[in-house]
Structures are given as structure tokens and as C-alpha cells.
């Protein structure tokens, strides 16, 4: 299928980039192509795009065989999205909205992997939510996500390493989570400030009697005063430093030494 360059795209339908949107396009169809390839064979397969804007991704998922239902907030991107509709028929639907305030699951219908390069404030906050659902597995059943390296690092952190907080142990306890890829920012039209990769996570196998509120209380309080010992940081959570005891961890301990699995055994002695 040919069609016809993005630049040509974004300048015959006036597309500038948004900075208020938090628009950072790109344009090279080979790098597009291999971010569409992080998921694996997305042939015939549902897939949710956030923030398509003039549509780049959205090709390179088409083209994979996908058939994408795409959800964009800038308006003035409609007109170049309903020409890809119209290139791959059945393929694409639109749908003009915040993601952030939309119900994913009920729109999809069926399960569906998600892809998307979004702004980064964004990104993490839909990132937190599908990590935090309360049916698991969850309906999705993989998100290919760019964020911004310093976040991506953060997600990815093993224990001991100054990224590693409460959003490495929530997306180390729900999935398992790799950087993909690493994008340089001259990729991008406007290029961002800084450096940006792709993260792919997969839903894990959730240990059982552990709730996700005891294990936010635990993580919170711990990386809240990272630098102290668990014994002072865990004080104000009830039962937390008694819990260490008994599992036998050392309260002198500070939060970033403890392993994921560690943070589940504290929330699930507190669960019980
Ligand atoms: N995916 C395109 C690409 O790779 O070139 C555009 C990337 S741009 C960083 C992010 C896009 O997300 C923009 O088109 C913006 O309008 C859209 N967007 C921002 N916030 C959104 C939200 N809450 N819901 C849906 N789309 C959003």
C-alpha cells in the first residue's frame, strides 16, 4: 500500500505540532515499523491506539495486519486519520476523546494489545491504570508504550538502583516489563528535550491474596523517605515493621533493597 509521505500529510492538512497536546511526531516509516514490531505478530489482532495524531503509528499497525481502533483528542487529526480508514477498510476506527476518560475495556469488547507513543504525562497515568485494574489478567494483553528514558528506566529498575520506586515494584508485580528499544530525540518533529524509549510489558501471573492497596500503602511510605531505614519509614503504616519481623527482613534495611517479591510478602502479611 502506498501512501502518500507524512510530512505531505501533516502540511497539506495544517497539522503544527501541539505543545499544549504534548506533540512530538514521527515520521520514519522504517523506525515506525519496528515499533509496531515490538508486540509481535499483530496480525488480525485487536489492538488500542492512544494518540494516533496524523496517523504514523497507526500505518505501521495497519500494515502489521492489525485492526486498530485509535482514540485522539486533537480534532484537526480527523481528517488525515478517516484518510487511512479509508486506505485499509475495516481496519480503523477513531474515536475522538481523552483517553484518560474513557472506559478501554467496554470499547474494545474482546481483548486487545495496546500501542501507543503519548505524551508523557499521559502515558504514565494510563500506565498506572492498567496495571492497577482489579480483574486480572487484565483484557489486555500487552502494552507497547514510549516514554521518555528516565521514566522508562524507572518502570524497568531492578533493586539498588536510584530509578527503582514504587512505579518499577507495581509494574514488576503486574507484569513483566523490558525496554525495547531506545529512540533518540532527533526521531521526533519538534525533537523533545530529552532521550525516549519503548517499553513492553505483559501481564504476570498475580500471587494470590495480596491487596494492591496494602501493597501501594507499603511502597508509598517506604520510597516516601527512600533514604531512611524501613523501621522509621514503615512507622506510620500499622503492623508493616511487625510484618518484617516475622518474614525476616531486616527493618535497617532502606526501601531500595528490597526485592518486588520482598514489597509482596510485606502487603501480604498485612492482607491476611
Ligand atoms: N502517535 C503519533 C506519532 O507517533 O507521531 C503522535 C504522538 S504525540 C507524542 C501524542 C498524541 O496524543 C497527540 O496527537 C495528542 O493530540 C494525543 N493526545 C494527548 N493527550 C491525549 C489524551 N488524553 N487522549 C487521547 N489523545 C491524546
Redesign the pocket.
Known amino acids: 500500500m502506498t501512501l502518500p509521505p507524512l510530512r505531505e500529510v501533516i502540511e497539506r492538512h495544517g497539522l503544527s505540532a501541539s505543545k499544549a ?6 515520521f520514519d516509516e522504517q523506525l515506525l515499523g519496528r515499533i509496531a514490531a515490538v508486540p509481535g505478530s499483530l496480525e488480525g489482532k485487536a489492538v488500542l491506539e ?5 496517523g ?2 497507526t500505518r505501521a499497525l495497519l500494515r502489521a495486519g492489525a485492526r486498530v481502533t485509535a ?4 480534532r484537526r ?1 480527523l481528517p488525515a486519520l478517516a484518510e487511512l480508514a479509508e486506505a485499509f477498510p475495516g481496519q480503523l476506527e477513531v474515536i475522538e476523546g ?3 476518560a474513557l472506559d478501554h475495556g467496554a470499547l474494545m469488547g474482546e481483548s486487545f494489545a495496546v500501542v501507543a ?3 508523557y504525562n ?1 502515558g504514565t497515568a494510563l500506565l498506572v491504570r492498567w496495571l492497577s485494574g482489579r480483574e486480572w489478567p487484565p483484557q489486555w494483553t500487552s502494552l507497547t508504550l514510549m516514554f521518555q528514558l528516565e521514566v522508562a528506566q524507572r518502570i524497568v529498575a531492578a533493586p539498588g538502583s536510584g530509578a527503582y520506586g514504587r512505579l518499577a515494584v507495581l509494574a514488576q508485580w503486574r507484569s513483566r516489563a523490558k525496554l525495547a528499544m531506545k529512540v533518540h530525540r532527533s526521531a521526533f518533529t519538534p525533537p523533545p528535550k530529552v532521550m525516549s524509549a519503548v517499553v513492553h510489558l505483559e501481564p504476570a501471573a498475580m500471587p494470590d491474596g495480596v491487596s494492591p492497596l496494602q501493597l501501594e500503602r507499603v511502597t508509598e511510605a517506604a520510597f516516601g523517605q527512600r533514604r531512611k531505614m524501613l523501621r522509621q519509614s514503615l512507622k506510620g503504616v500499622p503492623g508493616a515493621v511487625e510484618a518484617l519481623h516475622s518474614l525476616g527482613i531486616d527493618p535497617a534495611r532502606r526501601a531500595e533493597t528490597l526485592a518486588v517479591e520482598e514489597f509482596i510478602a510485606v502487603a501480604r502479611a498485612l492482607t491476611g
Open positions: 497536546l504534548g506533540q512530538n511526531f514521527l492512544v494518540g494516533p495524531g496524523p504514523g503509528l482514540i485522539e483528542m486533537d487529526c481523552d483517553a484518560l507513543n503519548l505524551p499521559v
